[in-house]
């Protein structure tokens, strides 16, 4: 018997089977913690447990979704492969990477600004900058919305005024710019895992 044998079991999870996919093109690592929480102050957000665990493990990664990868799937959960297809990255923070880096870009983001929406932090970044932003406080804690990348140039910093934060997110909701597509980050890497 070879040593290879002797090996214990190692069950996959959503992640390692994603991440492992021949639809990921680049992976970064593990953060670091201290600089997790250094771009938290900075931003003044709260990662969710969830992503925080992601970015503890791969922090960042680049894949490829073909819309094909969803023919298979039930008519209930094809709606959301479908727009999980646009989005091509999950950021990470301090990989180093000039384009998924959240370290690097966050102050020159055109496609997001921490100001008009405070409560929501951008996770991941795909076609016509529609983005996927994690929200941060309220009752949709957690939740992982996808935001309409075309709708964001004619926001004003504004057009919050005086809203909660779940008043924010149901009218952009309401609006079409944002779109619930899981109840947290876990579940956005199951959903991941099943396409691939």
Known sequence: MSDDNLVPFRRRDNLDRFANSPLVDG?????????????????????????????????????TLSPRAVSGLPDEERQDAMVLCDINTLFGIGNGHAYFDLEVIATEMGFHDYRLTPFAHVVGLGGDFSTLVEIGAGSY??????????LFRGMQQDILAGKSVDEAVEYFTEIGYYSPIATDFDDLIAKYSRLS
């Open 27 to 63: 992976r970064y690592g593990a953060a670091d913690p201290e600089r997790l929480s250094a771009f938290e102050e900075r931003y003044g957000i709260r990662f969710s447990d969830a992503y925080r665990r992601f970015l503890l493990r791969e922090n960042g990664l680049d894949y």
């Open 141 to 150: 804690a957690g939740s992982i919305i996808y935001t309409d990348g075309e």
